[in-house]
């Protein structure tokens, strides 16, 4: 594809035609702010954050839809284009209820006056996505102080019918969550209803989470930039329980959360290990820590007979999350003899650690959100927190990973499975993108066509495989 040549904020480049400014601005370190965008998804270009100058052009444009021209001049930065965006961050606050902004013990409502260190410190904000939310980063950018709108003060009931709580008093109605939910997970829970200001974001019939389509993947809780969706929160039940004497409490442990640990904690130098996690825990009080991997492989050993048996038979879909269990039951059940079940590293370790180590009490320290569905829906452990809660944890609690206190997972004995099944049943990340990964497999003499889906929308592109793994 030929290149378009633009300038923006006086920097010449070049990129393929069709490019958005957004993107263009990003290959190039320039940076916009956006709220609704999402990567890999159409623009809705609804929230007004990327707005930008154009030379020529009449009206600010919305830079995650613009698409580049040859010769075009860009301006990112003016003072015209601040003050729109702050313009629209004073009318997105003021139907908001703001839970972070007033801080009492600081006695201002000042962004200058807040101190976001000390803030990581404090117990008293209410808002669940405090220090990690896009929207309060943008206010203390753009020193959103005083609204010059009247406050509207909603006072719309939270949902907490399900671990996917829902607090639409936060919402800013982006609709990232509408089109995770759509676009890539293929489930259709969440809509927008009504219009101009009075639409609101939640499943269909206004129904409480528990009651609705939706399969607990979190996927919209990773795209909101707000607080107005989020996962059960259990920090403070966890140390009650880890700090009365008499009981015994067992955490499983992940290294899936050091990138997630190291990304939300930025002033960080050391790298985070398991070893300090397990440092970290200990502190916090639980008396003996497993290792995630150890308890997958228990499960891959006992899905690998399970597989064996399957494919005697013909091909095998392999689901291993209770969010990819409960969207395959509903919307795909003719596959329904192919059907493998994965036990999770959770559910291993809740019969595990009650079994083997006499736990009275478990906790799962897991990456991603599925697992808490998993883990409160089906109770095979007693509680479940994600990277940002556990920092969150660890800091307020002075247990933050240190490589003075760095202990090894306790150790675990276990048939470990053969590995024939390859990455098909190992530890994947979460690919946040379109595509399943497809390969080849030999297992013995015969070869396989597999593909692991990380959602809805790889799924159904991937049904001829003959194996196929589903982490919703
Ligand atoms: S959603 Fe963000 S801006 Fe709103 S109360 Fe929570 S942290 Fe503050
Ligand atoms: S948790 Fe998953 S299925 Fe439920 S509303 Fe969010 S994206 Fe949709
Ligand atoms: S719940 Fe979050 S992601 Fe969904 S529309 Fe509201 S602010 Fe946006
Ligand atoms: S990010 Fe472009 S309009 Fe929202």
């Known amino acids: 594809m030929a290149n378009v040549n633009l300038t923006i904020d006086g920097?010449?480049?070049?990129?393929?035609?069709?490019?958005t400014i957004l993107a263009a601005a990003k290959a190039n370190d320039i940076y916009i702010p956006t709220l609704c965008f999402l990567e890999q998804l159409e623009p809705h270009a609804s929230c007004r954050m990327c707005v930008v100058e154009v030379e020529g052009a009449r009206t600010f444009q919305h830079a995650c839809a613009a698409k580049v021209r040859e010769g075009m001049v860009v301006r990112t930065n003016t003072e015209a284009v601040r003050k729109s965006r702050k313009l629209t961050l004073q009318l997105l606050l003021s139907d908001h209820s703001?839970?972070?902004h007033h801080c009492l013990r600081i006695g201002s409502t000042k962004c200058a006056d807040l101190d976001p260190k000390f803030c990581e410190w404090c117990f008293f904000c209410d808002c669940e996505r405090d220090g990690f939310c896009d929207l309060q980063n943008l206010a203390r950018e753009y020193e959103v102080d005083q609204l010059p709108f009247e406050q509207k003060h909603n006072q719309y009931p939270v949902d907490a019918s399900s671990v996917i709580v829902r607090n639409p008093n936060r919402c800013i109605k982006c609709k990232r969550c509408v089109d995770v939910c759509a676009k890539v997970q293929t489930v259709h829970n969440l809509a927008a209803s009504g219009r101009g200001s009075a639409v609101k974001i939640g499943p269909a019939f206004e129904k409480p989470m528990a009651e609705s389509r939706c399969i607990g993947c979190a996927r919209c809780v990773e795209v909101c930039p707000t607080g107005a969706i989020f996962v059960r929160e259990c920090k403070d039940e966890l140390l009650d329980v880890t700090h009365t004497y008499g009981v015994k409490s067992v955490a499983m442990a992940d290294a899936a959360l050091i990138p997630e640990l190291e990304r939300i904690w930025p002033r960080k130098k050391e790298a985070v290990t398991l070893e300090q996690i397990v440092g970290s825990l200990r502190k916090l009080g639980f008396q003996a820590v497993v290792n995630a991997d150890d308890m997958r492989a228990l499960a891959a050993a006992e899905t690998e007979k399970r597989l064996d048996?399957?494919?005697?038979?013909?091909?095998?879909?392999v689901i291993d999350s209770l969010a990819a269990k409960k969207l395959l039951e509903r919307d795909y059940a003719e596959y329904a003899d192919r059907f493998v079940f994965m036990p999770s590293a959770a559910a291993v370790f809740g019969i595990f650690a009650k079994d083997a180590l006499g736990a009275d009490?478990?906790?799962v320290f897991g990456a991603i959100g599925p697992e808490a569905s998993e883990v409160y829906e089906t109770g095979c452990a007693d509680f479940a927190m994600n990277a940002r809660e556990l920092y969150r944890t660890m800091v307020r609690t002075g247990a933050e990973p240190n490589p003075q206190r760095a202990f090894a997972p306790d150790a675990v004995e276990f048939d470990a499975p053969s590995g024939k099944y390859g990455k098909l049943l190992e530890r994947v990340d979460w690919n946040r993108g379109l595509e399943a990964e497809r390969f080849e497999l030999t297992v013995g003499r015969k070869t396989y066509q597999c593909a692991i889906c990380h959602n809805g929308a790889q799924l159904q592109a991937a049904l001829?495989?003959?194996i196929v793994r589903v982490i919703a």
Do not use: E, M, N
């Not at 920097?11 to 490019?19: E, L």
């Open 11 to 19: 920097k010449a480049i070049s990129v393929p035609a069709g490019t």
């Open 98 to 100: 703001v839970d972070c």
């Open 309 to 317: 048996a399957r494919l005697k038979k013909g091909s095998a879909i």
């Open 361 to 363: 009490k478990t906790a």
């Open 464 to 466: 001829d495989a003959d």
